[in-house]
């Protein structure tokens, strides 16, 4: 593995302190994320630590409203940071995306005394959020999730399970989208609960292909109780509220993925260029020369993209459709990119002495967390050409 570090990249900032900002997580992400990210993943362990240093440093929030301690930050310079961060352990960019997720049904739909109680801890004290959508058998078809809630004088109570939870077992506390009332989307309601409450209990983490570090679980509500002023937004309003943040959510993994694949595509540059074969580097035969700049071409057309849809969410427009097309854009190229890392490494790319066969298996679960890229295809053609007829 090469200790060089990676070229920056070369971005286009709205402001002079968007630039700085982005100095600062380059910073922290060679300093304190990317050395250890290979041995932490291999082992497992969850770098809360560098949650609590983002947190201090003010990163958690940073797409939020200053008066409650976030950054306010446009999309635009939250989503560079997201990728800064997952080009040097997806496990932490992707951690920062979940954590902004977990946050924003109460940022967008909570009141202000409920904002005021709780955001300023959820953006800058240190806390960690999970949101809990996806159940067992209510994946990509959430609308039919059956986790209940049921109304108890001035108490809510949850039972039943929620599945693939990022941050399962360990987040302070949960975005959970619970039925209260009528089948299907109309029934759903959102709750803030905390990680401690009584009755939530975690299940042993998933033992996954990638991201070994980052603890994916099911948790258990077993009777939670929760006091209704923990109730984000009205009654039935919960899978409004969990289709907004994925739209948001999905800028995020696009984001992520394209850390992950710029990642890739320096450790295969380095290589190139260090390795000889028949007295020449091989980034001087044209296959592999050929392969580099189609790698480096899915980037930049995948950055552009998430940055096209970060853009139109600052303005206030629009921007499902292309949320979801640089959701699929973005993760199909990582996964591109960092198999194609590993083929130009040979060998070596194939062993854990190098970075990229941790990368590849990580791009992977991209294509798959925060709605599959069939679901992908499905919003976009749904936008293109209106809601199926069958």
Not at 60 to 66: D, N
Not at 118 to 143: F, K, N, Q, R, V
Not at 280 to 285: E, G, K, T, W
């Amino acid at each position: 593995m090469t200790d060089r570090a990676p070229q920056p990249v070369d971005r286009q900032l709205p402001t002079e302190e968007s630039r700085d900002l982005l100095a600062l997580v380059r910073e922290i992400a060679q300093r304190e994320i990317r050395p250890k990210a290979a041995e932490e993943e291999d082992s497992g362990r969850f770098p809360r630590e560098v949650f609590t240093l983002l947190s201090e440093a003010g990163l958690l929030g940073l797409p939020y409203a200053g008066e409650y301690g976030g950054g306010e930050q446009p999309y635009e310079v939250y989503l560079q940071v997201l990728e800064e961060l997952a080009a040097a352990r997806l496990t932490v960019g992707l951690g920062v995306s979940v954590h902004s997720l977990a946050c924003h049904g109460l940022a967008g739909y909570g009141t202000k005394e409920q904002q005021g109680a709780h955001l300023p801890d959820m953006l800058g004290g240190g806390l960690l959020g999970a949101y809990c959508l996806s159940e067992p058998a209510a994946g990509s078809d959430a609308a039919s999730l059956t986790t209940k809630a049921v109304r108890d004088g001035d108490d809510w109570v949850i039972t039943g399970t929620k599945a693939w939870i990022t941050h399962g077992g360990v987040a302070d506390f949960y975005t959970v989208l619970a039925r209260t009332g009528v089948e299907g989307p109309k029934g759903i309601t959102a709750f803030l609960v905390p990680g401690d409450a009584e009755g939530l209990t975690a299940a042993v983490p998933e033992k996954k292909m990638g991201m070994k570090g980052s603890p994916t679980a099911q948790l258990h509500f077993d009777g939670v109780r929760v006091p209704d002023a923990r109730r984000i937004g009205e009654e039935g309003q919960g899978f409004t509220i969990a289709l907004a943040a994925l739209d948001a959510g999905r800028l995020g993994i696009a984001a992520c993925a394209i850390g992950v694949a710029q990642a890739a595509l320096d450790e295969a540059l380095t290589y190139a260029l260090d390795r000889k074969q028949f007295g020449h580097p091989i980034a001087d035969f044209q296959g592999l020369r050929f392969m580099l700049a189609d790698m480096a071409t899915k980037i930049e057309a995948g950055r552009a993209l998430y940055l096209a849809a970060a853009r139109l969410r600052d303005a206030g427009k629009p921007f499902s459709r292309q949320a979801a097309m640089a959701k699929l854009f973005c993760t199909d190229a990582a996964m591109a990119v960092t198999t194609d890392a590993v083929q130009i490494l040979g060998g070596y790319g194939y062993t854990a002495d190098f970075p990229v066969e941790r990368l590849m298996r990580e791009a992977k679960v991209l294509q798959i967390v925060e709605g599959t890229n069939q679901i992908q295809r499905m919003v976009i053609a749904r936008h293109l050409a209106g809601p199926e007829t069958r």
